[in-house]
């Protein structure tokens, strides 16, 4: 989950800890923001709302109007969100502006940062979790399935996209076509990291019906999460695009057709 956006809002009023909230998505009204149709549609509402939620890309933005429960204070008013759950040991940047009502000028508001330093650089690198919320596009026409799992992997918990097909699809090879956000127009290299297993076939990334590298094979005679294997490249627009991955084939020694998927991972190719 983006960890960056579960700290807690935390007020001190007149010198006193008045007010210790429990997580910045509540605190815009955003519980449960990672259930898809919630905050990734920048829902605007009068008192509160979402201006933006990338998971992929790690960004988030929201506003709240505090009228029917303004703070009211006399002398001094200090408002803080934690970054990350605890501790501010979150590495990320965070920007916000405040506007409140006073009697008279605020003090010690510190120094008006400049355009530069709001600059959004894009990621080099964008990690999506198809076993969490990454759009799928599309899969086979017959014979395949797609479900959800988890299972413990090199002692940990791994929650992964399974896809499992059968015989041939109708037009061909097997394939599952996913939708990834890309922050800048590029050529990416694209890898993933699956589970390998007795049942898993030989994946190809594919790009308007032609290979886009050479195929993996994911077949092992034990149940392994490994380390990513790249697929090959692919140019990027801005925005949406499609990752298409074939089951080509199977090792001689495999029992399925399957690809329990746990990351696909861009990386920008610069010149």
Same mark, same amino acid.
């Given at each position: 989950? #983006?960890?960056?956006?579960?700290?807690? +809002?935390?007020?001190? *009023?007149?010198?006193?800890?008045?007010?210790?909230?429990?997580?910045?998505?509540?605190?815009?009204?955003?519980?449960?923001?990672?259930?898809?149709?919630?905050?990734? $549609?920048?829902?605007? &509402?009068? &008192?509160?709302?979402?201006?933006?939620?990338?998971? @992929?890309?790690?960004?988030?933005?929201?506003?709240?109007?505090?009228?029917?429960?303004?703070?009211?204070?006399?002398?001094?008013?200090?408002?803080? *969100?934690?970054?990350?759950?605890?501790?501010?040991?979150?590495?990320? +940047?965070?920007?916000?502006?405040?506007?409140?009502?006073?009697?008279?000028?605020?003090?010690?508001?510190?120094?008006?940062?400049?355009?530069?330093?709001? %600059? *959004? $650089?894009?990621?080099?690198?964008?990690?999506?979790? #198809?076993?969490?919320?990454? #759009?799928?596009?599309?899969?086979?026409?017959?014979?395949?399935?797609?479900?959800?799992?988890?299972?413990?992997?090199?002692?940990?918990?791994?929650?992964?996209?399974?896809?499992?097909?059968?015989?041939? +699809?109708?037009?061909? #090879?097997?394939?599952?076509?996913?939708?990834?956000? *890309?922050?800048?127009?590029?050529?990416?290299?694209?890898?993933?990291? @699956?589970?390998?297993?007795?049942?898993?076939?030989?994946?190809? &990334?594919?790009?308007?019906?032609?290979?886009?590298?050479?195929?993996?094979?994911?077949?092992?005679?034990? %149940?392994?999460?490994?380390?990513?294997?790249?697929?090959?490249?692919? +140019?990027?627009?801005?925005?949406?695009?499609?990752?298409?991955?074939?089951?080509?084939?199977?090792?001689?020694?495999?029992?399925?057709?399957?690809?329990?998927?746990?990351?696909?991972?861009?990386?920008?190719?610069?010149?």
């Amino acid at each position: 989950m #983006p960890r960056f956006f579960e700290g807690d +809002d935390q007020t001190v *009023i007149d010198g006193v800890a008045a007010v210790n909230g429990t997580g910045s998505e509540d605190f815009f009204n955003g519980g449960w923001y990672d259930v898809p149709g919630r905050w990734e $549609d920048r829902v605007s &509402l009068p &008192l509160s709302g979402c201006l933006e939620f990338t998971r @992929a890309l790690g960004r988030t933005g929201g506003y709240r109007f505090l009228l029917g429960d303004a703070y009211a204070f006399k002398h001094s008013l200090r408002a803080t *969100i934690e970054h990350g759950p605890e501790g501010n040991h979150e590495t990320a +940047d965070y920007t916000s502006v405040a506007l409140l009502y006073a009697a008279g000028s605020p003090t010690d508001v510190g120094t008006a940062v400049t355009a530069d330093t709001l %600059r *959004i $650089d894009d990621p080099d690198r964008v990690v999506f979790t #198809p076993g969490w919320t990454m #759009p799928i596009h599309a899969f086979s026409w017959t014979g395949a399935s797609l479900t959800k799992r988890e299972e413990q992997l090199a002692g940990r918990s791994v929650r992964f996209l399974s896809f499992t097909g059968e015989g041939a +699809d109708f037009f061909g #090879p097997h394939y599952v076509s996913l939708i990834a956000s *890309i922050p800048a127009t590029g050529r990416y290299r694209v890898s993933i990291e @699956a589970v390998s297993g007795p049942s898993q076939g030989t994946v190809q &990334l594919v790009w308007n019906e032609s290979p886009a590298g050479e195929p993996v094979d994911f077949y092992a005679s034990a %149940r392994a999460w490994g380390p990513a294997a790249v697929l090959g490249t692919l +140019d990027f627009a801005e925005g949406a695009n499609q990752i298409m991955l074939k089951m080509v084939g199977k090792n001689a020694h495999s029992s399925g057709l399957g690809l329990d998927l746990y990351r696909v991972i861009c990386d920008r190719v610069r010149p």
